[in-house]
């Protein structure tokens, strides 16, 4: 049976309606109903369409959950080619673009305005829109003919299966990026997980992987964005690209909420600094920003060259990720006889730096990445965080790549001293039993003593420690105190200036505070965090030494496991041999206290807040940040748990800030951080 005119109407009221909600959710970031009504709606519209398949359209919003696989993906070629950008890495060569820019206008210097936008690392789609209707959308491709993938961009919730507003041209193509926000993406990896499936190593290749699905179905259950950037051709009378931007969202079309529009090279360079410091709090991925001439008649003047546009530029941020290849495993031994498998690579150029380690963090991490000596790898570098392997890049797989297994490599033992390694209960890594026998632990022990926020022995790095220890000049931190200028000049390259300096900051570190000396103990779970709270809460090194774990737990923050971890440590005679031998050497602190004092809680609002810094903040260095914290009473930890109240994250935060969102703990900026520390 046809549909009747009352159905016909109430069909389109839904569809109109869906469409305004889709909308406010997806575009505004303003949702307007609960989920339940929506869902109503919705099925509603279904079961109409499914009654009475003729009163369908293309921009009905049930086609947006996907409909019939496809066998393969058309081809469309792409009216206007999608053309690149070129790239500037420097303040130099973006000085460059903007006087060859002024040059070829005519125009004096800080004249040009300049459209702003981030630069989204996603992948670029053209939409068609024939008299406001969504038709056609295709992938970039090579540039000239693309993949008709209209299907799923439809399953897209955020772009409009039709235009709204007035002055809607007769065929509009907008151009645009695809992408997957990162809230989005960390939760579709830990559904990933839960499903036992393979999680995607970064947004981009999630989205890219996620449009290209023949079946349209698994595209909808992904969470993809769209933003529109630009046109390919301007039918529209605009008179520069900001006002054409400005248009493309009042047609419903989502454009980045962070486009702007500056004067001259000095206000590109102020965006740029602007957008990298905000980067962190942005909902997705940018790899840079891009400068467009605002002005479309300077646009047209200016033209092309090759494959891009001379009146734009993308100012690409240091990258983060590179690919590179995995020369052989090592094994390190930490301070505390972890072994951690290192690969050493091919050098590679990431994020300013070159790189020629990086951590594949334990067995376990491996075989699940399955890396192999030989592999092509993708390495990240972020903030704070230890430079990573990622994933590997199968398709570069060599023939003979070789499989690698931590135990067998090193024959069960550790590769340092021989002794016998261990894999403790709970624990995924393995661990050296030779203590301070191990002559590796021994040097990373030591040269934690030394450290600047131990003992602060400036000179003495791994390096020196190593010729030391080496040389068995040293074994112990108290061997340092006893180290004249006759032992260090049989050492290779040590002058006798250099000898005199060292034996200066030796000296010198002889004065220190009681939380520095307990923290360059160097006992296992006591981080500098830690040893502040055991220094302000015993007040004195000997009522420390003898507690019990009952004891030790009455530290606020101080738990089983760091109660454990104390105990053993002053268990074992050598460890308290040699904080004898080295308050013997004249090792010792002014602000010694009578524990009564200072037992009570500490004063200050922020007393009992625990914060973890992590990323590059705008404006604050770590250590800035951290004093105004802990002024106020409150504390700064090197790692997050349950009991962290704030992570302040900035610029390239890593693994802290997706452990902060695992375990649900507030994350802040340094904004943020500010208005807490001045409330
Ligand atoms: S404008 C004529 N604006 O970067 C080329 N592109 O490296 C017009 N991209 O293929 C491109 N964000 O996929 C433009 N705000 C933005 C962009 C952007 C990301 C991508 C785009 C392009 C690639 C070039």
Known sequence: MPASRAEAERAAALRAEIERHNRAYYVLDQPTIPDAEYDTLFRELQTLESAHPELLTADSPTQRIGGAPLPEFGKLTHRVPMLSLNNAFSEEEVAAFDRRCRESLGAAEDSI????????DGLAVTLIYDRGLFVQGATRGDGTTGEDVTQNLRTVRN????????????????RGEVLIPRRDFERLNAQQRELGGREFVNPRNAAAGSLRQLDPKITAARPLRFFAYGVAEITHPAASHSELMDQLSAWGLPVAGERDVVRGLTGLL????????????????????????????????????????????????PAQEATTRVLAIEVQVGRTGALTPVARLAPVFVGGVTLTNATLHNQDEIARKDVRIGDTVIVRRAGDVIPEVVAVVPELRPQDAQPYDLLAAIGRVCPACGSRVERPEDEIILRCTGGLYCPAQRKRSLAHFASRLALDIEGLGEK??????????????????????????????????SAGNLLAAIEKS?????????????????????????ARHFGRLEPLLAADEAQLMRVPEVGPVVAASIRNFCAEAHNLDVIEQLLAA?????????AAVVDSAPLG???GKSFVLTGTLPSLTREAAK?????????????????????????????KLERARQLGVAVIDEAQLLEILEQ
Not at 286 to 304: H, P, S, T, W
Not at 481 to 495: F, H, I, Q, S
Not at 516 to 533: H, M, P, Q, S
Request: net charge positive.
């Open 464 to 497: 020196l420690v190593g010729q030391l220890v080496d040389a068995g000049i040293v074994r112990t931190p108290a061997d340092l105190y006893r180290l004249d200028p006759a032992t260090l000049a049989g050492l290779e390259r040590m002058g006798e200036k």
């Open 586 to 594: 004249g090792v010792h602190w002014p602000d010694a206290q009578p």
């Open 627 to 655: 004093e105004m914290i802990e002024a106020l009473g409150g504390r700064v930890a090197g790692s997050v748990s349950k009991k962290t109240d704030f992570v302040v994250a900035g610029a390239d935060a890593g693994s």
């Open 510 to 534: 002889k004065q220190t505070t009681l939380s520095r000396f307990i923290y360059a103990l160097g006992i296992r779970n006591v981080g500098e965090a830690t040893a502040k709270d055991l």
């Open 113 to 120: 305005d300049y459209a702003v936008e981030p630069k989204f």
């Open 270 to 317: 102020g965006y740029y600094a602007r957008i990298g410091a905000a980067r962190e709090r942005l909902p997705y991925d940018i790899d840079g920003v891009v400068y467009k001439v605002n002005r479309l008649a300077d646009q047209e003047q200016l033209g092309f060259v090759a494959r891009a546009p001379r009146f734009a530029i993308a100012h690409k941020f």
């Open 605 to 607: 609002k922020l007393a």
């Open 159 to 174: 772009i409009p299966l039709h235009l709204t507003g007035v002055q809607i041209p007769a065929r509009l193509e907008v």
